[in-house]
């Protein structure tokens, strides 16, 4: 094992079986470790199947494992591979520990999933317990609501996995946001090595050409729900106000890769007609895309809550609340405290309360006017912490 930190490797799991976030988050850290550190080499494996529409900085680089999708009934299939579920995850979990057999890395970070998709990543831990390697769960400031967090963990035995195989805890929140493990029988040991990290601040990514982005020729509203996967809802809300009111500032939305192409290619159609409105399916510059608007509606996941909180955006919320209660927990948070503005999904999706709503953003304060200490520390104390335990 390398001892010095000038020749020190990192080993990040994300297990994206659907969405972006994961990939995001991830390669966020990663970026700032590099920059941090610059004898340091990070090789992220994921099963995202957009990770290479996606720029890496040097001495960051990606393990594309074979694909698994969760369907709507909430089992998985496997993606592109037209074999078996098992002989996917047994792929995976192989290419998984072999690869930091390979490796050997000084830390091993686990991005949000314990024992990884199905229990593929347990193998691994089980090799670095006699290792070096130290071993790193990194969790969102909100995971679920305690009950459906409780179920699930139960379910998949997490909590043993934390006590005996995880040397740290890393909460990619402040505290003031709450407890992302709170209401769950957790040992004190775990309480122990936790860390709260604050949320990770976004940057603009360097060495863009800006030229080459679309951006509208005036001041717009961005609206985004991520990867889309569950964003047609969201979508033909927001959609249906600017089909109503003519008056509302211009709108660029950004549909998403992972929407079904049936509804993707009907909001597509549907933004043509409206002289106001601009929609693309995808942007890997969505963060000069933020930068850039005036304000933004999304439906609050962990990323896009960074980011506005990172380039300052009056932002209007509207959370989904299944299968995870998450966005909305989040949301409520927030609002609550004068970040943002919500909307539920999960209500009647009046058309005249989301024009209210978007009227009532271009006046909003910006998430700034509201003093919280070291709300954007995230990756400042990630990469102090790295170089602690390096």
Same mark, same amino acid.
């Given at each position: $094992? =390398?001892? &010095?930190?000038?020749?020190?490797? #990192?080993?990040?799991?994300? /297990?994206?079986?659907?969405?972006?976030?994961?990939?995001?988050?991830?390669?966020?850290?990663?970026?700032?470790?590099?920059?941090?550190?610059?004898?340091?080499?990070?090789?992220? @494996?994921?099963?995202?199947?957009?990770?290479?529409?996606?720029?890496?900085?040097?001495?960051?680089?990606?393990?594309?494992?074979?694909?698994?999708?969760?369907? /709507?009934?909430?089992?998985?299939?496997?993606?592109?591979?037209?074999?078996?579920?098992?002989?996917?995850? !047994?792929?995976?979990?192989?290419?998984?520990?072999?690869?930091?057999? @390979?490796?050997?890395?000084?830390?091993?970070?686990?991005?949000?999933?314990?024992?990884?998709? %199905?229990?593929?990543?347990?193998?691994?831990?089980?090799?670095? &317990?006699?290792?070096?390697?130290?071993?790193?769960?990194?969790? =969102?400031?909100?995971?679920?609501?305690?009950?459906?967090?409780?179920?699930?963990?139960?379910? %998949?035995?997490?909590?043993p996995l934390l006590e005996d195989f995880y040397d740290e805890?890393?909460?990619?929140?402040?505290?003031? $946001?709450?407890?992302?493990?709170?209401?769950?029988?957790?040992?004190?040991?775990?309480?122990? &090595?936790?860390?709260?990290?604050?949320?990770?601040?976004?940057q603009l990514p360097e060495q863009t050409d800006t030229e080459?982005?679309?951006?509208?020729?005036?001041?717009?509203?961005?609206?985004?729900?991520?990867?889309?996967?569950?964003?047609?809802?969201?979508?033909?809300?927001?959609?249906?106000?600017?089909?109503?009111?003519?008056?509302?500032?211009?709108?660029?939305?950004?549909?998403?890769?992972? @929407?079904?192409?049936?509804?993707?290619?009907?909001?597509?159609?549907?933004?043509?007609?409206?002289? /106001?409105?601009?929609?693309?399916?995808?942007?890997? /510059?969505?963060?000069?895309? $933020?930068?850039? !608007?005036?304000?933004?509606?999304? @439906?609050?996941?962990y990323n896009t809550f960074c980011e506005i909180l990172s380039?300052?955006?009056? !932002?209007?919320?509207?959370?989904?609340? *299944?299968? =995870?209660?998450?966005?909305?927990?989040?949301?409520?948070?927030?609002?609550?405290?004068?970040?943002?503005?919500?909307?539920?999904?999960?209500?009647?999706?009046?058309?005249?309360? $989301?024009?209210?709503?978007?009227?009532? #953003?271009?006046?909003?304060? %910006?998430?700034?006017?509201?003093?919280?200490? *070291?709300?954007?520390?995230?990756?400042?104390?990630?990469?102090?912490?790295?170089?602690?335990?390096?």
């Open positions: $094992m =390398r001892s &010095k930190l000038n020749n020190s490797r #990192l080993l990040i799991y994300s /297990h994206d079986s659907f969405g972006l976030g994961h990939l995001r988050r991830c390669r966020t850290i990663a970026h700032a470790l590099v920059d941090r550190y610059k004898g340091l080499s990070v090789l992220i @494996m994921t099963g995202s199947p957009i990770i290479g529409r996606f720029d890496f900085k040097a001495r960051v680089d990606f393990i594309r494992i074979p694909g698994v999708i969760k369907l /709507h009934n909430g089992e998985y299939t496997s993606l592109g591979l037209h074999i078996d579920l098992s002989e996917t995850l !047994a792929l995976r979990e192989s290419i998984i520990l072999n690869t930091s057999k @390979m490796f050997q890395p000084d830390i091993f970070l686990v991005d949000k999933e314990p024992g990884g998709l %199905k229990g593929e990543v347990v193998s691994t831990l089980e090799y670095f &317990k006699n290792t070096e390697t130290q071993c790193v769960l990194g969790l =969102r400031d909100i995971m679920d609501s305690p009950e459906l967090l409780e179920k699930e963990w139960q379910q %998949k035995n997490v909590l805890l890393w909460v990619y929140g402040p505290q003031e $946001m709450g407890d992302p493990l709170k209401g769950l029988p957790i040992a004190q040991q775990v309480t122990d &090595k936790t860390l709260y990290t604050g949320y990770l601040p976004r080459t982005i679309n951006f509208p020729d005036k001041p717009y509203i961005l609206v985004t729900p991520g990867g889309g996967g569950d964003g047609v809802e969201m979508i033909d809300w927001v959609l249906r106000a600017y089909e109503s009111n003519g008056d509302l500032m211009p709108a660029l939305f950004v549909i998403g890769p992972f @929407m079904a192409a049936t509804e993707r290619n009907e909001f597509l159609a549907r933004a043509e007609l409206l002289p /106001h409105v601009t929609a693309i399916t995808f942007s890997n /510059h969505l963060e000069h895309l $933020m930068a850039n !608007a005036e304000a933004v509606v999304a @439906m609050g996941g380039f300052d955006k009056a !932002a209007l919320i509207l959370p989904r609340s *299944k299968p =995870r209660q998450e966005q909305l927990i989040r949301a409520r948070n927030a609002a609550a405290i004068g970040l943002l503005s919500m909307l539920d999904l999960a209500s009647e999706r009046d058309t005249d309360e $989301m024009i209210e709503a978007i009227l009532n #953003l271009q006046k909003q304060k %910006k998430p700034s006017s509201q003093p919280i200490e *070291k709300l954007l520390h995230g990756l400042e104390s990630v990469t102090q912490r790295f170089g602690e335990l390096v």
